[in-house]
T-cell receptor, first 115, second 112 residues
Framework: NAGVTQTPKFRVLKTGQSMTLLCAQDMNHEYMYWYRQDPGMGLRLIHYSVGEGTTAKGEVPDGYNVSRLKKQNFLLGLESAAPSQTSVYFC??????????????FGEGSRLTVL | GENVEQHPSTLSVQEGDSAVIKCTYS??????FPWYKQELGKGPQLIID?????GEKKDQRIAVTLNKTAKHFSLHITETQPEDSAVYFC???????????FGSGTRLSIRP
């Protein structure tokens, strides 16, 4: 059972380039999230999805776009990368929310460097 | 929106001693408070959580306490061991929403 898988694990971009991070989960979870982790700032929510075909903004959505075309996949896109987007990105999924807010299952992270 | 503050940012304790990490939250409607542990090079993992209908929860050497009036909650680790060295995150969430907001993290080091 793979759980939450992120690809790629490492990427170096030049300013202005675009890229997509892919998150795949095999636990049939409804909810999926993208967070970024920066030193001293913890985990900040970028975007999240409560189901196939739906997305919503988190705390720091600017400069990112997301899509959830299939329940098992959640894509994070950077249209024009900036050095401020250098970070470690984590995808997570959850089996429930609302009254029974569930445990988040995280991937192992994707380290992105923008030069 | 919700804001979660976490202290201290770093903590060093002698093996066998206790460690306490504290968090405060801003949204009085929040009612779910998980704690995550992140080991080097890995994603965070849930270690314990508490909901607003209880004031304390224990699981072996770890415990969480919640004070809803003061809007703060704490993680207590007793009899610390080397494998407790990691970064710990607190978080808060409302039952009516699906966003889980994290604190800034505490790097815990256990001295032999």
């Amino acid at each position: 059972n793979a759980g939450v898988t992120q690809t790629p694990k490492f990427r170096v971009l030049k300013t202005g380039q675009s890229m997509t991070l892919l998150c795949a989960q095999d636990m049939n979870h409804e909810y999926m999230y993208w967070y970024r982790q920066d030193p001293g700032m913890g985990l900040r929510l970028i975007h999240y999805s409560v189901g196939e075909g739906t997305t919503a903004k988190g705390e720091v959505p600017d400069g990112y776009n997301v899509s959830r075309l299939k329940k098992q996949n959640f894509l994070l896109g950077l249209e024009s990368a900036a050095p401020s987007q250098t970070s470690v990105y984590f995808c997570a999924s959850s089996y429930s929310a609302g009254l029974n807010t569930g445990e988040l299952f995280f991937g192992e992270g994707s380290r992105l460097t923008v030069l | 929106g919700e804001n979660v503050e976490q202290h201290p940012s770093t903590l060093s304790v002698q093996e066998g001693d206790s460690a306490v990490i504290k968090c405060t939250y801003s949204d009085s409607a929040s009612n779910y408070f998980p704690w995550y542990k992140q080991e080097l090079g890995k994603g965070p993992q849930l270690i314990i959580d508490i909901r607003s209908n209880v004031g304390e929860k224990k699981d072996q050497r770890i415990a969480v306490t919640l004070n809803k009036t003061a809007k703060h909650f704490s993680l207590h680790i007793t009899e610390t061991q080397p494998e407790d060295s990691a970064v710990y995150f607190c978080a808060a969430s409302k039952s009516s929403a699906s966003k889980i907001i994290f604190g800034s993290g505490t790097r815990l080091s256990i001295r032999p």
